[in-house]
């Protein structure tokens, strides 16, 4: 977490720095000062509406129990299991599969699944992302990462969105969420089973890389935009080759998932 949070805060202040600096040369030390206040506004700005940004890209609405009490049996098991607080669920129509969990602490993270992760996938494999996704937010790498999705957010240029991402969302995250997701459900090869299924789904559906999606695809599961030009530039997953090996690595060799 610590190593994540100053990857995450060095390019902000560095950007900080700069507009600093250029304000106390153009507008003297009172302009500075004016600044500074707004760039603190900026950040509680980022910190409490990314969420909102997010899900809202994604057209997620909230879901209840009544609606998804099956996917809220899995969700608290896990939870349960993890010692972790029940997140908040949300559901996106989009039909390409992916999942993703935002939020700045345990008692504050919201699950989104997309209705096509539900469509493709056996129940083990089910529990499988959801327990990934929940390693996150144990691993709290999940606060660093929404931060950064909401200050990406505010930059225009894509290829500056890219740069961010690839500096405040490192590969080894998702290593370890996989790991210690797989450690919880206890079934390695359903996270493996499940990210292939995902991927495949996820290059023959690709999003379109544009505004607050774009700034938040390091938050899901597995990239969502094409993998060359653009989509590829921004994606900052490890390969799902590699992520693989390292489940089956967990099991001694490659193995079926469990069917439930």
Same mark, same amino acid.
């Given at each position: ?9 060095? @390019? ?11 304000? $106390? ?10 600044? !500074? ?47 972790? @607080? ?5 559901? !996106?129509?989009?039909?390409? @599969? ?6 700045? $602490? ?39 990462? !929404? ?76 990239? @969502? ?9 921004? $994606? ?25």
């Amino acid at each position: 977490m610590r190593g994540y949070g100053v990857r995450a805060a060095l @390019p902000a202040a560095a950007l900080c720095a700069a507009i600093l600096a250029g304000a $106390s040369l153009w507008l003297g030390l009172a302009g500075a000062a004016v600044v !500074s206040a707004l760039l603190v506004a900026l950040g509680w700005i980022i910190y409490f509406h990314s969420e909102r940004n997010v899900l809202a890209a994604l057209r997620a609405r909230p879901v209840s129990e009544v609606e998804r009490p099956e996917l809220y049996r899995l969700v608290r098991e896990l939870a349960f299991s993890a010692h972790l @607080p029940v997140p908040r669920l949300f559901m !996106s129509p989009a039909a390409q @599969p992916n999942i993703l969990t935002i939020g700045y $602490s345990a008692r504050t993270a919201a699950v989104c699944c997309t209705e096509g992760l539900l469509r493709i996938l056996s129940p083990a494999e089910l529990r499988a992302v959801l327990a990934h996704e929940l390693a996150h937010v144990a691993r709290r790498d999940f606060a660093v990462a !929404s931060w950064s999705a909401g200050l990406a957010s505010l930059v225009a240029a894509r290829p500056l969105i890219a740069l961010l991402l690839h500096v405040t969302a490192p590969a080894g995250r998702e290593y370890g969420a996989d790991i210690d997701g797989a450690l919880l459900t206890g079934e390695p090869m359903a996270l493996a089973s499940a990210l292939q299924k995902v991927e495949a789904a996820a290059l023959a559906q690709p999003l379109r890389p544009r505004g607050t999606l774009a700034a938040a695809s390091h938050l899901m599961i597995v990239h @969502p935009f094409p993998a060359s030009g653009l989509g590829g530039m921004l $994606s900052t997953h490890p390969p799902t080759s590699e992520r693989v090996r390292r489940l089956e690595a967990l099991c001694g060799g490659p193995r079926l998932p469990a069917q439930r």
